[in-house]
């Protein structure tokens, strides 16, 4: 039996989703390689590699480590990202907001705010896509900051990002900026606070809880961003906002009754209302 189907067999033992595609990345990230370069399956592996593959799956399988956090990065719409327990790990619901922004971005010459960054993955992503575009980074961690600017850095748009390590609940928030934006995006914590316990152990142990926890209702952050993010759009601007399952609705509501226009709810690939498009 290969190194990847022992790799395999154990996962599946363990009832991880995937198991070949991770057994692949575990196995290219233990010995370099590309995951989509086919000798990885039929290689065989030194002591020190071995050693290091035993480790990362007694991590994987009984301590539930997320996968990408093991490998330290992740594949999030084109591009792949660092990854740390500093930052929420980017997920593909988050996808459909980006491929909305990047139509409304249309290779224009705009500001974009993105309240929340964490990784970076949407303002980044959104950077690559349009280089005549630049971008405000905000987040309340300085942990998550150096990651995204790690990421910046790896896809070559740190000359384009301004980085503010602050909170949207801080009093003078808006006043730390000196012009109106085109375009707002945010994916903020929307979890409600006794529904944490219930997420799978590689969220809820390996996320940072800041990144989850929206307060006892899980919209405590989408009140004060309805109140601040409208004085920070420009005339015509659009704002894209992440939500959880049940959410859209009221969220939306928040932002209508602070001035703006709602123009589209878009559900994920589970049909679940996922992101709101607002204008103003």
Request: net charge negative; proline share 4%; hydrophobic share 40%.
């Amino acid at each position: 039996m290969t190194v990847y189907e022992t790799i395999i067999q154990n996962l599946v033992k363990a009832k991880i989703p995937s198991p070949r595609l991770e057994a692949r990345l575990l196995l290219a990230h233990v010995l370099h390689k590309n995951e989509n370069d086919t000798s990885i399956l039929q290689t065989s592996l030194t002591q020190s590699q071995e050693k290091t593959l035993r480790e990362l799956l007694s991590k994987r399988i009984e301590k539930h480590y997320p996968l990408d956090k093991l490998i330290g990065r992740k594949g999030f719409y084109k591009y792949d990202f660092v990854v740390n327990e500093d930052v929420l790990s980017p997920r593909p619901d988050t996808e459909i907001l980006v491929e909305k922004a990047v139509q409304i971005s249309n290779q224009r010459k705009i500001q974009i705010l993105d309240l929340g960054t964490g990784s970076g993955c949407i303002l980044l992503s959104l950077l690559k896509e349009n280089e005549q575009a630049t971008g405000v980074s905000v987040d309340i961690s300085a942990a998550a900051l150096n990651v995204a600017r790690q990421n910046a850095q790896q896809l070559g748009v740190n000359n384009r990002v301004s980085w503010l390590n602050t909170s949207w609940f801080e009093e003078n928030f808006i006043n730390q900026f000196s012009h109106p934006f085109e375009l707002i995006v945010s994916n903020p914590p929307y979890i409600p606070e006794a529904d944490i316990t219930e997420l799978a152990a590689e969220v809820k142990d390996h996320d940072p809880l800041a990144a989850l926890s929206g307060g006892r209702d899980g919209l405590t952050s989408y009140r004060r961003l309805s109140e601040v993010a409208p004085l920070l759009l420009a005339e015509e601007g659009t704002i894209l906002l992440e939500c959880g399952i049940n959410q859209a609705q009221q969220v939306a509501e928040m932002f209508v009754a602070n001035g703006l226009t709602l123009i589209e709810i878009v559900a994920d690939l589970q049909g679940i209302d996922r992101c709101i498009i607002l204008k103003k």
